[in-house]
């Protein structure tokens, strides 16, 4: 699989470690990944690059040893 490729709501969910259902829910609220639509309407599905997905999930990181969180500069 490719950075660019595609995949379906189902397959991001499992990558992000989400169920699908939460992963809609996140589409509504305009939180999560980015995605496409393919079709009109909110029935129409969804799919999502593995590079946003990366992406989104590379912003959500932080060190927990990080100095900031230790109390230093």
Do not use: K
Not at 48 to 70: G, K
């Amino acid at each position: 699989m490719t950075d660019d490729t595609l995949v379906p709501t189902e397959v991001a969910a499992q990558i992000l470690g989400v169920a699908p259902a939460t992963l809609r829910g996140w589409q509504g609220s305009g939180f999560g990944p980015r995605f496409v639509r393919h079709g009109t309407g909110d029935a129409a599905p969804s799919y999502y690059s593995v590079a946003d997905i990366q992406e989104w999930l590379a912003l959500r990181a932080f060190n927990p040893c990080s100095p900031a969180r230790m109390g230093g500069t």
